[in-house]
């Protein structure tokens, strides 16, 4: 359905590293029907998924060291699942951040929001 399973994660303040498992629930391969998982903050969601089309699946849609990207697993096919796990420290109290998957056309409909705990 093209949808990640929670549409918001909040992140307890008290956790050094927090770690986030994408399960590809499908049958189609990456090259048809790939999708992963990209952290950011909101402001930067849309130029992140613009650089990263240019970039391709070969750099799994993300630019290569694109300093906007605080975490993000690599683009998954059908019954596969990448991690990413990233340190806590990188988020500021206050801040929007949005997840996405950044494979062509689903970041409209595969996104969430990501917070701290107060």
């Excluded at 990640?4 to 499908?26: M, R």
């Excluded at 992963?36 to 993300?62: C, F, M, P, Q, R």
């Excluded at 096919?77 to 997840?99: C, N, P, R």
Aim: glycine share 10%; hydrophobic share 40%; charged share 20%.
């Amino acid at each position: 359905m093209m949808r990640f399973n929670k549409s918001s994660i909040v992140v307890p303040k008290a956790c050094k590293h927090f770690k986030v498992t994408l399960k590809h629930t499908g049958t189609l391969p990456r090259t048809a029907m790939g999708h992963d998982w990209v952290l950011s903050s909101t402001a930067d969601e849309a130029g992140i998924i613009e650089a990263g089309a240019k970039a391709g699946l070969g750099d799994n849609y993300i630019k290569p060291n694109d300093k906007r990207v605080i975490a993000h697993t690599k683009i998954i096919g059908g019954g596969q699942s990448a991690s990413t796990t990233f340190k806590v420290s990188a988020l500021k109290a206050g801040e929007s951040y949005s997840f996405f998957c950044s494979f062509p056309g689903h970041a409209a409909l595969m996104h969430g929001t990501l917070s701290l705990s107060k």
